[in-house]
């Protein structure tokens, strides 16, 4: 009989690619997701779906009990929130009530892998490569509320937990690095400021690769995922550019200007009660001088060497988005 694993989030970028890779390890999948998911590009696979309340443990327990998992990776949770508090009950406080309810319940649970965030690190204080024994110190709500719920997980004993934190994540489906990579096609190249900046990436299809492999026995603890690699901030455009046959125009936007259009969203996102597109804090993460990550307890602990370089995840990427027409 096969091992049964659920995974939340699987409706959304990352969730397809672990549901595919879960799968790929002859695992039965249950997807979590909320009622008002869309799930019609998960029809096609062979994943049974159920709709839990994330806000409720007791829900969470009567379902996971239900499915008798051996695994449990929670993928779910929010990028963009109203303000602080929102971010916290979203990332945090869900990832609270399904590590409650896996332990109130009767399981067979192996591990449970949780994604997190390199927000939840913070960026490199010096030029070194970031380290998991480095001091946290994220620098925006939605890197608290992942620290958070970093903090809620250590807290229940006995839970045979894994905490992966990736860095930036692209790949076939993704939205947000994608409208980065549809600017440059249209010839357009923007920053902000002209400061430096170290930058690491991790291609999604590795990122699903090494969440599987946590789940081996014996593993635990907290992880930085990247492909190890350290990156320039112009090269994502310079690689698109080379796969594109592409020119594009540069322009760096004064780091002043942007900050002040930063309050403004800020400010009326608060007036209107909605998550601004650009914030103050999400302003530092963007110019933070450093972002690049040692992997060395992840190839050592967890045997994992991602596959992929940016340039190849590149290519394959914008393959995929020429053969789906979204360039």
């Not at 790949?171 to 549809?182: A, E, N, S, Y």
Request: with cysteine; proline share 5%.
């Amino acid at each position: 009989m096969k091992e049964q694993i659920l995974i939340t989030g699987a409706s959304g970028f990352v969730g397809f690619h672990l549901i595919e890779a879960a799968l790929a390890k002859g695992l039965e999948v249950t997807a979590a997701v909320r009622s008002s998911s869309k799930i019609d590009h998960l029809r096609a696979l062979p994943v049974k779906f159920i709709t839990p309340d994330f806000t409720s443990v007791t829900s969470l327990r009567t379902a996971l009990e239900a499915g008798q998992y051996q695994y449990v990776i929670h993928a779910a949770g929010t990028v963009k929130a109203k303000d602080e508090p929102a971010y916290n009950a979203a990332n945090a406080d869900v990832t609270r009530n399904i590590a409650e309810a896996i332990a109130q319940a009767k399981l067979p649970v192996k591990k449970f892998v949780f994604l997190s965030s390199l927000a939840a690190q913070g960026p490199g204080a010096t030029g070194e490569a970031i380290r998991e024994e480095d001091a946290a110190h994220p620098i925006s709500p939605y890197g608290k509320s992942k620290l958070l719920a970093e903090q809620y997980l250590r807290a229940i004993p006995g839970l045979p937990t894994v905490m992966l934190r990736p860095t930036a994540v692209y790949g076939p489906r993704d939205r947000d690095i994608f409208i980065l990579l549809k600017t440059f096609a249209q010839g357009l190249e923007p920053y902000i400021g002209r400061m430096d900046q170290q930058l690491s990436f991790i291609y999604v299809k590795d990122l699903a690769a090494a969440t599987l492999a946590a789940l081996a026995d014996g593993v635990t603890g907290t992880y930085l995922v990247a492909d190890g690699n350290g990156y320039g901030r112009y090269a994502l455009a310079d690689i698109t550019k080379r796969i594109l046959n592409r020119k594009t125009v540069r322009v760096h936007l004064p780091l002043g200007v942007v900050k002040a259009l930063a309050f403004v969203q800020e400010t009326l996102g608060n007036i209107r009660g909605q998550a601004p597109a650009l914030n103050r804090a999400k302003l530092a993460e963007l110019t933070a001088a450093n972002w690049t990550c040692n992997v060395a307890r992840l190839q050592h602990e967890l045997g994992f060497t991602p596959k992929y370089t940016l340039e190849t995840g590149l290519a394959e990427t914008i393959q995929w988005y020429k053969d789906n027409r979204w360039l």
